[in-house]
T-cell receptor, first 113, second 113 residues
């Protein structure tokens, strides 16, 4: 089955700097890669996703890149703000198991003012 | 998008008892899932809630322990049966929209004594 690895496990950045989280996946059939932000005591919130026919997608300060050949994808947050502090999860799924997300272990992001 | 609510938000239960968690979606979703998130960990898929038929369970999860119902397109229940302290976890419901985006509920925080 699919295996998703996520790095780093923790990330501390100064406010205004950029944050990058990287994930690799094992199943070459995976074609959908969402990212979730989970604040303390809340459910995961979908912040951006990318499908395998796209190499990059951007939404304001957030961007995701996908390298299908290398089987890795990354989340980029620019101009970080204290409210970006949370746990971020990457995930992957493919058409045969649509909706069955395999999650990475998560990255605790701390943005210090 | 889809807004998902869960009841109860949290509970403390005695071992050997059962708890039923309710999940309500504000709009029709194509698929509904149940996940478990142990403290400080990532999300693990328990099962796919199939409308009007038996749920499809992932490896390591069985119907006798986690019976699931989905009587219509917007409502599902998960029961945690014969609970033990190892069942202490956050249980999350999710729904997949027609745009193939997956949204999560706020979670039910279960503590078993």
């Amino acid at each position: 089955g699919e295996n998703v690895e996520q790095h780093p496990s923790t990330l501390s950045v100064q406010e205004g700097d950029s944050a990058v989280i990287k994930c690799t996946y094992s199943d070459s059939a995976s074609n959908y890669f969402p990212w979730y932000k989970q604040e303390l005591g809340k459910g995961p919130q979908l912040i951006i996703d990318i499908r395998s026919n796209v190499g990059e997608k951007k939404d304001q300060r957030i961007a995701v890149t996908l390298n299908k050949t290398a089987k890795h994808f990354s989340l980029h947050i620019t101009e970080t703000q204290p409210e970006d502090s949370a746990v971020y999860f990457c995930a992957a799924s493919h058409g045969d198991s649509w909706g069955k997300l395999q999650f990475g272990a998560g990255t605790q992001v701390v943005v210090t003012p | 998008s889809a807004v998902i609510s869960q009841k109860p938000s949290r509970d403390i239960c005695q071992r050997g008892t059962s708890l039923t968690i309710q999940c309500q979606v504000d709009s029709q979703v194509t698929m509904m899932f149940w996940y478990r998130q142990q403290p400080g960990q990532s999300l693990t898929l328990i099962a796919t809630a199939n409308q009007g038929s038996e749920a499809t369970y992932e490896s390591g999860f069985v119907i006798d322990k986690f019976p699931i119902s989905r009587p219509n397109l917007t409502f599902s229940t998960l029961t945690v049966s014969n609970m033990s302290p190892e069942d202490s976890s956050i249980y999350l419901c999710s729904g997949v929209t027609g745009a193939h985006e997956q949204f999560f509920g706020p979670g039910t925080r279960l503590t078993v004594l």
